[in-house]
């Protein structure tokens, strides 16, 4: 099966500019979830989707950040305006049902770069 | 808040040899602890999962335990070999009212020295 994929793998803009990033799940897949790695610190979660719905923003940083999973496929996190601080490494990962004792399947990141 | 510590950032481990990984936890007792292999410029991958009432698990040459009274969770690769080499990640599955999500450490970097 294809894995999770995201796009672009880098991306560097100036403070003040938009940036989209996409997230395809593996195919099937219900559960879709966005976390951010910055420099020198651990993975944070960003938010988790079940099929469309949010079932937990919590964990983003401020309204300058849209996550949206239209049709319960494909997801964006939309970042306006960008601010120097958001640069890091973007994941998303997508599980099957079966709650935490089932494993997430990570895409490789987008490297945000904000200038 | 829950805080996963891994105390060691970087490892070196000559080949063969066993490398074993520390992962702590501050407050509650996860319900499943979780351990990922991450290489550069790649996403994490799902390697174990414990749950809280094992005290151990394998899988080839892994072993994770886990100890409640120590609050710590051990992570051994056995016969180690260069391929190895990658940052291991501990992570603590949460769950909330259908909340879910994963608390990572920051991670440990092994180096298989060959």
């Known amino acids: 099966e294809a894995g999770v994929t995201q796009f672009p793998s880098h991306s560097v803009i100036e403070k003040g500019q938009t940036v989209t990033l996409r997230c395809d799940p593996i195919s099937g897949h219900d559960n879709l979830y966005w976390y951010r790695r910055v420099m020198g610190k651990e993975i944070k979660f960003l938010l988790h989707f079940v099929k469309e719905s949010k079932q937990d923003e919590s964990g983003m940083p401020n309204n300058r950040f849209l996550a949206e999973r239209t049709g319960g496929t494909y997801s964006t996190l939309k970042v306006q305006p960008a601010e120097l601080e958001d640069s890091g490494v973007y994941f998303c990962?997508?599980?099957?049902?079966?709650?935490?004792?089932?494993?997430?399947?990570f895409g490789n990141g987008t490297r945000l770069t904000v200038t | 808040s829950q805080k996963i510590e891994q105390n060691s950032e970087a490892l070196n481990i000559q080949e063969g040899k066993t490398a074993t990984l520390t992962c702590n936890y501050t407050n509650y007792s996860p319900a499943y602890l979780q351990w990922y292999r991450q290489d550069p410029g790649r996403g994490p991958v799902f390697l174990l999962l414990i749950r809280e009432n094992e005290k151990e698990k394998r899988k080839e040459r892994l072993k994770v335990t886990f100890d409640t009274t120590l609050k710590q969770s051990l992570f051994h690769i056995t016969a180690s070999q260069p391929a190895d080499s990658a940052t291991y990640l501990c992570?603590?599955?949460?769950?909330?009212?259908?909340?879910?999500?994963?608390?990572f450490g920051t991670g440990t970097r092994l180096t298989i020295i060959p």
């Open positions: 992570a603590d599955a949460q769950s909330n009212f259908g909340n879910e999500k994963l608390t």
């Open positions: 990962a997508s599980r099957s049902s079966g709650g935490l004792n089932s494993p997430l399947h």
